[in-house]
């Protein structure tokens, strides 16, 4: 009998995270021999995005520290650790995993820190266009070319959620991803209300998502709306997730929920504020039909930041994709995808 080959998969930080590592999972199965366990290490909060994927035979969750999941590990016998975080939550537990029988070996991904930095103070942009997907896959680099080896098995190295069940009663045209986890990555209230005023002329039926935070900030959007703009803000990512896969189009800044909708091939309207596509965190393998919005001013210096936590110009970036930009590009989208 073959021995099974054990792996896990560490990816903490964000939901948008979690999801970009999907194809990780697959490549795992194409490029190594024999039976494979591929486990899977994260937040509490983003077991949606792993649990039931296919590929993955357990995901293990923390809610503080590694310390609540490391003696368990230690028991499972792991061949390999990919660690896609690279910081010290996740060497803790690759110390704890040398503790046990065997030897567990080490990859863990380039993060290009030094070339971030340099993007960021500088403007020199020695990433060239490679998407963090990419950085992901180069860390089984020792097992071969990763990208390829999928292409080879048919598979375009898409990102991918868990399967979920329908959830809406009726079709869902228009989903607006309220959310972000920091303020030069949110579209302005403003904004948002005349986008949805635009999209209610039209004859439009909005569904309004985002944590539990922007739920107060949805239901004053929904004042002037009444039954035509719907409040899902505060459910589960698995109910965002299943209401996302009914979406004709999603209007989202740079969050999860746009990795969500690459995932899931919703075409999307994309609106970049203090952040860029060039630190590589762009929406991966998207629906042809997606159009990315960028600050209106060309001779702008961008990205501010990299989390977009703050921006260096008097007028903030994300206010300047005007509200009648994203209508222009929804409606567009509306009109290429209607049935």
């Known amino acids: 009998m073959e021995s099974t080959t054990r792996v896990l998969v560490i990816r903490f930080s964000s939901m ?14 194409w490029m190594l021999d024999g039976p494979v366990e591929v486990h899977f290490l994260t937040k509490r909060a983003f077991v949606d995005a792993v649990e ?23 028991g499972v016998g792991f061949h390999y650790v990919v660690d896609l975080h690279a910081n010290a939550r996740s060497g803790f537990v690759k110390r704890a995993l040398r503790k046990g029988e065997g030897r567990t070996f080490d ?22 266009g490679q998407h963090v997907v990419e950085r992901y896959l180069g860390t089984l680099k020792p097992f071969g070319d990763a990208l390829e080896r999928l292409r080879r098995a048919g598979d375009e190295g898409a ?13 869902v045209e228009v989903v607006l991803a309220l959310g972000a986890a920091h303020e030069g990555k949110a579209i302005p209230e403003d904004h948002w209300s005349a986008v949805v005023a635009g999209l209610l002329e039209d004859g439009r039926r909005v569904h309004l998502i985002g944590g539990p935070t922007e739920r107060n900030l949805a239901d004053r959007l929904k004042e002037f709306a009444g039954d035509q703009v719907v409040n899902r803000c505060g459910v589960t990512w698995s109910e965002t997730f299943a209401l996302l896969s009914e979406a004709a ?15 899931l091939q919703v075409p999307m309207v994309v609106v970049w504020g203090c ?31 990299r989390l977009g936590d703050r ?9 300047r994709v005007s509200p009648q930009r994203i209508l222009v590009a929804a409606r567009h989208i509306l009109s290429q995808t209607a049935p």
């Open 311 to 319: 921006c260096r110009h008097h007028t903030p970036c994300i206010r």
């Open 107 to 128: 990859l863990t991904v380039d993060k290009r820190s030094l070339d971030k930095i340099l993007l960021l103070q500088t403007g020199w942009d020695r990433l060239g």
């Open 159 to 171: 990102l991918a959620l868990p399967p979920s069940a329908p959830t809406a009663k009726e079709p």
């Open 16 to 29: 948008g995270d979690v999801i970009l590592a999907s194809p990780v999972v697959r490549a795992l199965h």
């Open 249 to 263: 189009l999603l209007v989202a800044g740079d969050t999860g929920a746009m990795h969500a909708g690459a995932a």
């Open 275 to 305: 952040t860029s596509p060039a630190l590589g965190m762009g929406p991966w393998r998207a629906h042809p039909a997606t159009v990315e919005l960028q600050p209106e001013d060309p001779e702008r210096s961008r990205p501010c930041s």
């Open 52 to 74: 039931g994927l296919p590929g993955v035979t357990r995901t293990w969750a923390i809610d503080r520290t590694t310390a609540e999941v490391e003696e368990g590990l230690q």
